[in-house]
């Protein structure tokens, strides 16, 4: 293989920030945020809107996830322009 071609895969804290629940594992991401885990040390963190601890798939629980006016933003960029007269 050569060197310096691949990215680091190193121990990342994930943070689900929907539900507040934190888990390590490890990943290539890039991040400039770290957080100190349970073991004192300082690990790279990575937000996440959406994880297995939050997913109605693996809850089990139905509820609605809006990102924030998606709805509005679709229809303001595709609403139809009135006839000039």
Do not use: C
């Amino acid at each position: 293989m050569k060197k310096d071609i691949h990215p680091t895969y190193r121990e990342v804290v994930f943070l689900d920030t929907s539900s507040g629940v934190k888990f390590m594992t490890r990943s290539t991401v890039h991040t400039k945020e770290t957080i100190e885990w349970e073991d004192k040390q300082v690990y790279p963190l990575v937000k996440v809107e959406v994880s297995s601890a939050s997913h109605p798939f693996y809850t089990g629980k139905k509820i609605f996830l809006d990102k924030a006016g998606r709805i509005e933003q679709f229809n303001q960029k595709y609403k139809k322009k009135e006839p000039q007269v």
